[in-house]
């Protein structure tokens, strides 16, 4: 393949340089899993995601911006959106996994552009609500809100997520920064347990956190209850 390039040589359907590309793209996912079992990360992200934290992937630092790198080059020779998009993907986990949040913004944006702005089948995990969660940590909750926006979109046409119950939740708790209403509004219309989407995925440690805080929200409002706030705040949807 190398030798193929050299002599600007091209397949029928992949160029050297994508196949090569492709190569490289896979052998990452390959050592992400076998290496984000490693040290206590991963049972520290277990442990996160029951306080009701999005629990982010864990990978030894060393290892991620080595696999960064990799990408960051390989990622410059795919062309199809098919290709391009699971390695968009593992360029934001491994953003955010290295903590780099101008890798995660840049792999999102491009993600994004592909399929016109919106989260579809294509998009992959975690875009983009894993850059929704950096925004939260970061405290910029007007980005991170966005974020969390698409995501839910996405939640609501059905596409599939990972983490969708840590996602509503998060949403929530940013939108109750400055709207507790809205936040009840948006958990009775994006949570599994109060509406139809997303039924056949597990349920997450965030659901049942979501609830509690759903309680307490719609008590804060003066509701006589979460049917009572749901039944005020959905009536004309």
């Given at each position: 393949?190398q030798?193929?390039?050299?002599?600007?040589?091209?397949?029928?359907?992949?160029?050297p340089?994508?196949?090569?590309?492709?190569?490289?793209?896979?052998?990452?996912?390959?050592?992400r899993v076998?290496?984000?079992?490693?040290?206590?990360?991963?049972?520290?992200?277990?442990?996160?995601?029951?306080?009701g934290?999005?629990?982010?992937?864990a990978?030894?630092?060393?290892?991620?911006?080595?696999?960064s790198?990799?990408?960051l080059?390989v990622?410059k020779?795919?062309?199809?959106d098919?290709?391009?998009?699971?390695?968009?993907?593992m360029?934001v986990i491994?953003g955010?996994c290295?903590g780099?949040?101008?890798q995660?913004?840049?792999?999102?944006?491009?993600s994004?552009?592909i399929?016109?702005?919106?989260?579809?089948?294509l998009?992959p995990?975690?875009?983009?609500?894993s850059?929704?969660?950096?925004y939260?940590?970061a405290?910029?909750?007007e980005?991170?809100?966005?974020y969390?926006?698409l995501a839910?979109?996405g939640i609501r046409?059905?596409?599939?997520?990972?983490k969708?119950?840590?996602?509503?939740?998060?949403a929530c708790?940013?939108?109750?920064?400055?709207?507790?209403?809205e936040?009840l509004?948006?958990?009775?219309?994006?949570?599994?347990?109060?509406?139809?989407v997303?039924?056949?995925?597990l349920?997450g440690?965030g659901?049942?956190l979501l609830?509690q805080q759903?309680?307490?929200?719609?008590f804060?409002?003066?509701f006589a209850?979460?049917?009572?706030?749901k039944?005020?705040?959905?009536k004309n949807?």
């Open positions: 393949l030798g193929m390039e050299a002599q600007g040589k091209t397949g029928d359907l992949l160029s340089q994508e196949v090569l590309a492709t190569f490289k793209l896979a052998n990452a996912e390959i050592l076998v290496f984000q079992y490693i040290g206590n990360g991963y049972q520290e992200e277990l442990t996160r995601g029951f306080r934290y999005y629990p982010r992937e990978l030894p630092k060393s290892v991620a911006r080595f696999l790198r990799q990408l080059e990622s020779h795919i062309k199809d098919r290709a391009e998009q699971p390695c968009l993907g360029l491994l955010e290295t780099d949040l101008d995660m913004q840049n792999a999102v944006d491009v994004l552009a399929t016109e702005g919106k989260v579809t089948e998009t995990y975690p875009i983009p609500e850059l929704a969660y950096a939260q940590e405290g910029d909750l980005k991170s809100l966005s969390y926006k839910l979109e046409t059905f596409v599939m997520r990972q969708t119950d840590a996602i509503v939740l998060n708790l940013v939108q109750s920064q400055s709207d507790k209403a936040a509004r948006m958990a009775f219309q994006f949570s599994p347990h109060y509406s139809d997303q039924q056949f995925g349920v440690a659901r049942g609830v759903c309680e307490a929200w719609a804060e409002l003066g209850s979460v049917e009572a706030a039944a005020a705040l959905t949807e």
